[in-house]
């Protein structure tokens, strides 16, 4: 399959690629279902609920977001491809959500809003060991980021373990199971 770009620019793409190309709608329809904030009619919500649900179904998306990115590292690192162009990609996805994580938690965009969220209300009751997790899991992904910049396979399968650790930490303290 040849692929083409506006400016004239032709790209060979393999089988693999072509597969992955056209599993992209699907991957995507699957990242916009279920989630965070539920099914709410939104005319049923007044304008600050409406804008609340709206902050959940965002942190939602970008966790979907990162979720993605990182299970692509992990399927990558299984295949034996650390250095992979998906690697590099979804590394650099993982690190700019990192540092933007804490601001997808603002005041009253948890259980007590009324609407459906996974996340426990312990984010804004502790709210110092919440920031804690995430200055763990920022440090972690800076050095997987480090490690990708580097094209170091070991450290980069090595902080990837670390990372997904950080990940099971915050999701044991701070959301509710599926």
Not at 97 to 106: D, E, L, S, T
Not at 134 to 158: K, Q, T
Request: aromatic share 6%; glycine share 10%; hydrophobic share 40%.
């Amino acid at each position: 399959m040849i692929l083409q770009h506006g400016t004239g620019v032709c790209l060979r793409v393999g089988a693999k690629v072509r597969k992955a190309l056209l599993a992209l709608p699907a991957v995507a329809l699957l990242a916009a279902c279920g989630g965070d904030g539920g099914e709410v009619d939104m005319s049923s919500l007044t304008p600050e609920q409406q804008e609340v649900k709206q902050r959940i179904d965002a942190r939602q998306a970008n966790f979907q977001d990162m979720g993605a990115a990182f299970k692509a590292i992990g399927d990558e690192l299984k295949a034996g491809r650390p250095a992979s162009t998906t690697v590099k990609f979804s590394v650099d996805s993982v690190a700019r959500y990192a540092p933007q994580i804490r601001n997808w938690f603002p005041q009253g965009t948890g259980p007590d809003s009324g609407l459906k969220t996974d996340t426990k209300a312990s984010v804004w009751d502790n709210p110092e060991e919440f920031e804690h997790v995430l200055s763990e899991f920022e440090a972690a992904v800076i050095g997987l980021a480090d490690a990708n910049a580097n094209n170091d396979a070991e450290a980069i399968a090595a902080q990837f373990q670390i990372v997904g650790g950080g990940c099971k930490s915050c999701h044991d303290k701070f959301r509710e199971e599926d």
